[in-house]
């Protein structure tokens, strides 16, 4: 069964750092692009940052040259490395993985929290 997991999130001042983590199981992971959506209360979830299966990034303009995502592949392991941190960016952040090839499968993770504020 596939599953992801994230964690790492949690309160910091503005101008800090985060890095979230996300892992996942039950899937090729290096069959998947990989993103990270945020979701903030009483708002649709929107994309953040995806990188795909060969490892091409792409950001939402919004958090371009303070967040940065990467993955392991030998770790299952997807990260976005947020920093500069506004209180904006306070949501709770998903982890999104997608087929890039054959049959259209998505999964997603429960989300962690991130609190931006002094």
């Known amino acids: 069964q596939a599953q992801l997991v994230e964690s790492c999130g949690g309160l910091v001042q503005p101008g800090g750092s985060l890095r979230l983590s996300c892992v996942a199981s039950?899937?090729?992971?290096?069959?998947?692009?990989i993103a990270w959506y945020l979701q903030a209360p009483a708002k649709q979830r929107e994309l953040v940052a995806i990188?795909?299966?060969?490892?091409?990034?792409n950001y939402a303009d919004s958090v371009k040259d303070r967040f940065t995502i990467s993955r392991d592949n030998t770790k299952n392991m997807v990260y976005l490395q947020m920093k500069n941190l506004k209180p904006e960016d306070t949501s709770v952040y998903y982890c999104?993985?997608?087929?890039?090839?054959?049959?259209?499968?998505?999964?997603w993770g429960q989300g962690t929290q991130v609190t931006v504020s002094s």
């Open positions: 990188i795909t299966d060969v490892g091409i990034e």
């Open positions: 999104n993985a997608r087929r890039s090839v054959g049959s259209y499968l998505e999964y």
């Open positions: 039950g899937i090729i992971f290096s069959m998947y692009h």
